[in-house]
């Protein structure tokens, strides 16, 4: 039968007025079983098919009374929104569900769709130059990731739309009449763009009214083809019911298989959430924490570092480090001995033959801190014959030559009393370059010079660079002076290691080209005795460092030549020195001359106020820029200025500390002015009652006090676990982790020390110099950073045999310790259901 043509001023005649009533209700009763069907099977089609479909519809409309067909579309386009409307709340919370579970797998089922998309895309191209943009799913001005569906069904049942629209498009005449069919397929999408705008403008409402509209626009195809064929099912129709049908089954046997990839997907995400969980909390626990405490040595340092444009590359403590949590159990590990050059004596970050082959000399960078990129697992040896260490006090004066089996210094300073081989003992009479006579003498001679030193009063923690075998600062402990000794590992052969040996405080360091581990204006009095450092050179670089680290009104001591002798190189550096000095606003309080040992000294006091600095007739060395953190401390390259001194009474420095032992238990003036989340002075007060009592609870637990020297804090925070040990003749380093809070400082102000330490490297002491270790929640914050063999392995080489570990963390953390302990044959002498336990370390070594 021949179409008729589709006219506004072509219509039918009022006789078939009984025709078209009768066509309206077969094509209303036709919707109505339609959509029934249609929400049943939640068939979805997106916008650009609803494009197509609205051409299709438009293109094949058979009946003559275009205004009628117009409001009978419209009749049904309104009920379909009412239906929408009122099916809004009651599928609202599913909708939701479907979108947020749908994220994962909407790119895959993007991809399905693109081949189907392609067809409507183009049919609608005209259409889309010509309206507001649509992209995907998103209906109008919505960026894309404002719209999302359920791609288990809206992607699976685009598809089927999607061929519908084909089919219906190919049996009907889709290029009749064109322009007319646009401008209607314009106007109903402006209707739904409104619909759209007047919705509640909430995510899980857009997507909603999509969904329904397209169920609409579906229902309406339905109606169109029954009005054309009058009620009855051609041929045609029955294959395409076929068809549709065929393609539901597998659109349902692919949403199963989507929701059960989706379920495994789920589960696999599930179990690694499972496996990350317990890190992720220590994370946020460790992050929340040093949020609420001041900022740490890490954070201070990287800042300072990006100040100086630095690279990151100077530590190594990112290289060495993992993000990895998961260590091998104790009980697989196979030890081994290390085989490095230095053999029993090895200190990985100072004994880098790999980058010693390559280092700069000029500034000692060959002597400073190289850790090797994977931190050792290896262990170090025991030197051949070598006994439990001689106890305190005898140790001040002689120890086992098999322990520290060097003999060079005995040669080359035995003239000097540095120290002496004496049949199976090396001794030590207590002399050195300074003071042959004795370190006591000395140590007297100082305190006449300057009564304001005041030994074990004022001046109660110090510095002395250059400490050859310790001698200084082992026999300082008579006057209640705590002496922070530092050498290098240079060719004074293992000076550090006897000092170490003899009970007395000392690192591996030198005065190269970074900082020195420690915080600004801690210590009271900083001593250089023959200490062979050029403080005059580099614009006074490295005594500008020992002006960061010395308190404001504390005194500098110089014994050296330069001082005391006339010869014309001594006489120039003394000009340079003086200069230097009275640049930096230090006050030369006097220069005395030692006629028992025949040297001399100088005693600078450094300025208590910044009015100097703003007075000298030039500005060098310059001062630091206001930016310039000087307690940044971790890897931080030397800079040649000076910071401000504190301009109020209530910064810490601008006072100086109660006298020896008052300032032990007092609470520092600048901690009360404490910002809110910072340690205040009940953190401090409760700190010091934790630890009280730690002496008896280690005693019951197997310590013998006779037996321990020293003792180090790994994780130190106030201080208040080396306070406690006050009594006992032991002394404490303090280590301030780099991730935690920065409170090194107040350490220093009780009339302690300690230092800097990122426990994801080696420390900078030799093997076997400690009795006994304390970790306090150590290894539990280490295991989000670093994997714990290799801590081990480092806690194994520092430790003395028949040395202890004292650990208190999470039981997790305390049981996995406790395994790698144990291959290493170390005894567990006590364990308590909180988390505390206690090892020995034994004389075991691999293949012995």
């Given at each position: 039968?021949?179409?008729?043509?589709?006219?506004?001023?072509?219509?039918?005649?009022?006789?078939?007025?009984?025709?078209?009533?009768?066509?309206?209700?077969?094509?209303?009763?036709?919707?109505?079983?339609?959509?029934?069907?249609?929400?049943?099977?939640?068939?979805?089609?997106?916008?650009?098919?609803?494009?197509?479909?609205?051409?299709?519809?438009?293109?094949?409309?058979?009946?003559?009374?275009?205004?009628?067909?117009?409001?009978?579309?419209?009749?049904?386009?309104?009920?379909?929104?009412?239906?929408?409307?009122?099916?809004?709340?009651?599928?609202?919370?599913?909708?939701?569900?479907?979108?947020?579970?749908?994220?994962?797998?909407?790119?895959?089922?993007?991809?399905?769709?693109?081949?189907?998309e392609s067809t409507s895309e183009t049919n609608t191209k005209s259409q889309d130059q010509k309206e507001t943009p649509v992209f995907g799913d998103n209906p109008g001005n919505l960026p894309d990731d404002a719209i999302k569906t359920d791609d288990g069904n809206n992607a699976v049942n685009t598809n089927n739309n999607d061929q519908q629209g084909k089919i219906s498009f190919t049996q009907k005449h889709k290029q009749e009449n064109s322009n007319n069919d646009h401008k209607n397929a314009v106007s109903e999408k402006d209707e739904q763009s409104t619909q759209v705008s007047e919705a509640?403008?909430?995510?899980?409402?857009?997507?909603?009214?999509?969904?329904?509209?397209?169920?609409?626009?579906?229902?309406?195809?339905?109606?169109?083809?029954?009005?054309?064929?009058?009620?009855?099912?051609?041929?045609?129709?029955?294959?395409?019911?076929?068809?549709?049908?065929?393609?539901?089954?597998?659109?349902?046997?692919?949403?199963?298989?989507?929701?059960?990839?989706?379920?495994?997907?789920?589960?696999?995400?599930?179990?690694?959430?499972?496996?990350?969980?317990?890190?992720?909390?220590?994370?946020?626990?460790?992050?929340?924490?040093?949020?609420?405490?001041?900022?740490?040595?890490?954070?201070?340092?990287?800042?300072?570092?990006?100040?100086?444009?630095?690279?990151?590359?100077?530590?190594?403590?990112?290289?060495?480090?993992?993000?990895?949590?998961?260590?091998?159990?104790?009980?697989?590990?196979?030890?081994?001995?290390?085989?490095?050059?230095?053999?029993?004596?090895?200190?990985?970050?100072?004994?880098?033959?790999?980058?010693?082959?390559?280092?700069?000399?000029?500034?000692?960078?060959?002597?400073?801190?190289?850790?090797?990129?994977?931190?050792?697992?290896?262990?170090?040896?025991?030197?051949?014959?070598?006994?439990?260490?001689?106890?305190?006090?005898?140790?001040?004066?002689?120890?086992?030559?098999?322990?520290?089996?060097?003999?060079?210094?005995?040669?080359?300073?035995?003239?000097?009393?540095?120290?002496?081989?004496?049949?199976?003992?090396?001794?030590?009479?207590?002399?050195?370059?300074?003071?042959?006579?004795?370190?006591?003498?000395?140590?007297?001679?100082?305190?006449?010079?300057?009564?304001?030193?005041?030994?074990?009063?004022?001046?109660?923690?110090?510095?002395?660079?250059?400490?050859?075998?310790?001698?200084?600062?082992?026999?300082?402990?008579?006057?209640?002076?705590?002496?922070?000794?530092?050498?290098?590992?240079?060719?004074?052969?293992?000076?550090?290691?006897?000092?170490?040996?003899?009970?007395?405080?000392?690192?591996?360091?030198?005065?190269?080209?970074?900082?020195?581990?420690?915080?600004?204006?801690?210590?009271?009095?900083?001593?250089?005795?023959?200490?062979?450092?050029?403080?005059?050179?580099?614009?006074?670089?490295?005594?500008?460092?020992?002006?960061?680290?010395?308190?404001?009104?504390?005194?500098?001591?110089?014994?050296?030549?330069?001082?005391?002798?006339?010869?014309?190189?001594?006489?120039?550096?003394?000009?340079?020195?003086?200069?230097?000095?009275?640049?930096?606003?230090?006050?030369?309080?006097?220069?005395?001359?030692?006629?028992?040992?025949?040297?001399?000294?100088?005693?600078?006091?450094?300025?208590?106020?910044?009015?100097?600095?703003?007075?000298?007739?030039?500005?060098?060395?310059?001062?630091?820029?206001?930016?310039?953190?000087?307690?940044?401390?971790?890897?931080?390259?030397?800079?040649?200025?000076?910071?401000?001194?504190?301009?109020?009474?209530?910064?810490?420095?601008?006072?100086?500390?109660?006298?020896?032992?008052?300032?032990?238990?007092?609470?520092?003036?600048?901690?009360?002015?404490?910002?809110?989340?910072?340690?205040?002075?009940?953190?401090?007060?409760?700190?010091?009652?934790?630890?009280?009592?730690?002496?008896?609870?280690?005693?019951?637990?197997?310590?013998?006090?006779?037996?321990?020297?020293?003792?180090?804090?790994?994780?130190?925070?106030?201080?208040?676990?080396?306070?406690?040990?006050?009594?006992?003749?032991?002394?404490?380093?303090?280590?301030?982790?780099?991730?935690?809070?920065?409170?090194?400082?107040?350490?220093?102000?009780?009339?302690?020390?300690?230092?800097?330490?990122?426990?994801?490297?080696?420390?900078?002491?030799?093997?076997?110099?400690?009795?006994?270790?304390?970790?306090?929640?150590?290894?539990?914050?280490?295991?989000?950073?670093?994997?714990?063999?290799?801590?081990?392995?480092?806690?194994?080489?520092?430790?003395?045999?028949?040395?202890?570990?004292?650990?208190?963390?999470?039981?997790?953390?305390?049981?996995?310790?406790?395994?790698?302990?144990?291959?290493?044959?170390?005894?567990?002498?006590?364990?308590?259901?909180?988390?505390?336990?206690?090892?020995?370390?034994?004389?075991?070594?691999?293949?012995?």
């Amino acid at each position: 039968m021949a179409l008729p043509n589709k006219s506004r001023n072509n219509r039918r005649p009022s006789s078939t007025t009984s025709y078209t009533s009768t066509l309206t209700t077969l094509v209303f009763i036709a919707l109505c079983v339609l959509g029934v069907w249609m929400l049943s099977s939640n068939s979805v089609v997106s916008p650009k098919t609803r494009s197509a479909i609205d051409n299709t519809n438009s293109a094949n409309d058979f009946s003559s009374n275009d205004d009628q067909n117009d409001q009978t579309t419209s009749t049904n386009n309104d009920d379909n929104n009412n239906n929408n409307i009122n099916s809004d709340d009651s599928t609202k919370s599913d909708t939701t569900t479907n979108i947020i579970n749908s994220d994962d797998s909407t790119s895959d089922t993007t991809t399905n769709n693109n081949a189907d998309e392609s067809t409507s895309e183009t049919n609608t191209k005209s259409q889309d130059q010509k309206e507001t943009p649509v992209f995907g799913d998103n209906p109008g001005n919505l960026p894309d990731d404002a719209i999302k569906t359920d791609d288990g069904n809206n992607a699976v049942n685009t598809n089927n739309n999607d061929q519908q629209g084909k089919i219906s498009f190919t049996q009907k005449h889709k290029q009749e009449n064109s322009n007319n069919d646009h401008k209607n397929a314009v106007s109903e999408k402006d209707e739904q763009s409104t619909q759209v705008s007047e919705a509640d403008n909430n995510h899980k409402d857009v997507v909603e009214d999509e969904n329904q509209n397209a169920k609409g626009g579906q229902q309406d195809v339905q109606s169109f083809d029954n009005d054309n064929n009058q009620g009855s099912k051609s041929n045609e129709d029955e294959v395409n019911e076929q068809q549709l049908k065929e393609e539901k089954g597998e659109n349902e046997n692919m949403e199963k298989e989507q929701k059960k990839k989706s379920k495994e997907k789920d589960n696999e995400s599930q179990v690694e959430t499972q496996k990350k969980a317990k890190p992720e909390k220590r994370r946020k626990s460790a992050k929340k924490e040093a949020k609420k405490q001041w900022s740490t040595q890490a954070d201070e340092s990287r800042g300072e570092k990006e100040r100086q444009n630095i690279n990151e590359s100077g530590s190594s403590s990112s290289s060495s480090s993992s993000s990895s949590v998961d260590d091998q159990e104790g009980q697989d590990l196979k030890w081994s001995i290390c085989k490095v050059t230095a053999d029993a004596d090895y200190i990985p970050c100072l004994d880098n033959e790999k980058y010693l082959k390559t280092s700069h000399r000029k500034h000692y960078e060959h002597r400073e801190r190289h850790c090797p990129e994977d931190a050792p697992t290896c262990l170090v040896s025991l030197p051949k014959g070598y006994k439990t260490p001689v106890p305190w006090p005898g140790s001040r004066d002689k120890i086992w030559y098999h322990n520290v089996p060097h003999i060079k210094l005995a040669e080359v300073k035995g003239h000097q009393n540095w120290v002496k081989l004496t049949g199976e003992f090396l001794t030590f009479p207590g002399g050195g370059t300074q003071f042959i006579h004795g370190a006591l003498h000395y140590i007297d001679f100082l305190q006449k010079a300057e009564p304001g030193i005041a030994w074990g009063k004022h001046t109660r923690v110090i510095l002395d660079v250059g400490c050859g075998v310790g001698s200084f600062g082992g026999y300082l402990f008579e006057r209640d002076v705590l002496a922070m000794s530092f050498a290098p590992k240079d060719e004074h052969e293992a000076q550090v290691q006897f000092g170490l040996e003899r009970g007395i405080p000392a690192i591996s360091a030198v005065m190269g080209t970074q900082r020195l581990q420690f915080p600004s204006r801690v210590f009271d009095l900083i001593h250089c005795a023959r200490c062979r450092v050029p403080w005059h050179e580099d614009g006074g670089l490295l005594l500008l460092e020992l002006n960061r680290v010395l308190r404001p009104g504390g005194y500098f001591v110089w014994s050296a030549t330069p001082v005391y002798q006339t010869l014309d190189e001594d006489v120039e550096i003394w000009k340079q020195m003086t200069s230097l000095t009275k640049s930096m606003c230090w006050d030369l309080v006097t220069i005395k001359n030692d006629t028992l040992n025949q040297v001399g000294a100088a005693f600078f006091r450094k300025t208590t106020s910044n009015e100097c600095y703003e007075q000298r007739d030039k500005s060098q060395p310059p001062m630091c820029k206001d930016d310039d953190d000087p307690n940044a401390a971790w890897y931080v390259p030397l800079q040649a200025c000076m910071h401000k001194l504190p301009a109020d009474k209530t910064e810490r420095g601008a006072k100086w500390p109660d006298v020896w032992p008052n300032r032990l238990q007092k609470v520092p003036y600048w901690l009360n002015n404490a910002e809110d989340g910072k340690p205040s002075s009940k953190d401090f007060a409760t700190d010091s009652e934790r630890w009280k009592n730690v002496v008896d609870e280690l005693t019951n637990m197997g310590v013998g006090w006779s037996n321990v020297r020293n003792v180090m804090d790994m994780r130190a925070v106030y201080g208040g676990f080396a306070a406690a040990l006050k009594d006992l003749p032991v002394w404490v380093f303090n280590v301030v982790n780099v991730d935690a809070a920065d409170t090194l400082p107040i350490i220093y102000e009780r009339g302690l020390i300690g230092i800097y330490h990122d426990w994801c490297e080696s420390f900078s002491t030799y093997p076997r110099t400690y009795d006994l270790l304390h970790a306090d929640h150590l290894f539990s914050n280490l295991k989000t950073r670093c994997k714990l063999v290799p801590v081990i392995a480092e806690v194994d080489r520092i430790v003395r045999p028949g040395g202890h570990l004292i650990i208190r963390d999470e039981p997790s953390a305390t049981d996995e310790v406790e395994n790698l302990l144990k291959s290493l044959n170390w005894e567990i002498t006590s364990k308590t259901q909180e988390g505390v336990l206690s090892a020995k370390k034994g004389y075991w070594r691999p293949n012995s």
